[in-house]
């Protein structure tokens, strides 16, 4: 049966732009699985790199994540009263509020993450790069 996963930020930039960070088998993965998200708050992440000079794109942040959920037939998950609360009640690995939504996303839905963070295998998830 295909995966399920869940696009860190970092992922979500490397599969749009195909960078080479995403490994050929990961991006068979994506390929293949049945779903693939995007948190709500990768559209945040997206932006406030951009407002800080950290990150530049072709499009205004909100049309580029729109343009990239569409070209990359992605779901984008929402930030739930259930996400938002998981958050605060996992463990402390990691400090980032950004990925701890994730984090918390990929628990609930038990979905694989692809990311670079080795932290978030703290959290028992699988993780693909």
């Given amino acids: 049966m295909p995966k399920r996963l869940i696009l860190d930020t970092c992922g979500l930039v490397w599969l749009v732009s195909g960078d080479k960070k995403i490994s050929r ?8 699985a049945s779903v693939v998200y995007v ?13 800080r000079g950290q990150l530049t794109l072709p499009l ?7 343009k990239a959920v569409e070209s990359h037939n992605l779901s984008v998950a929402a930030l739930s009263v259930q996400v938002l609360t998981l958050a605060n009640e996992l463990p402390w690995h990691h400090r980032d509020p ?10 609930l839905e038990a979905l694989a993450v692809v990311t670079a963070d080795k932290r978030f295998k703290a959290y028992g998830l699988e993780v693909l790069c």
């Fill in 25 to 32: 088998p990961t991006r068979r993965e994506i390929d293949a």
């Fill in 39 to 51: 948190s709500a708050i990768s559209a945040w992440e997206v932006s406030l790199a951009v407002a």
């Fill in 98 to 107: 950004a990925d701890r939504f994730i984090i918390a996303t990929a628990k």
């Fill in 60 to 66: 205004p942040a909100r049309d580029w994540f729109e």
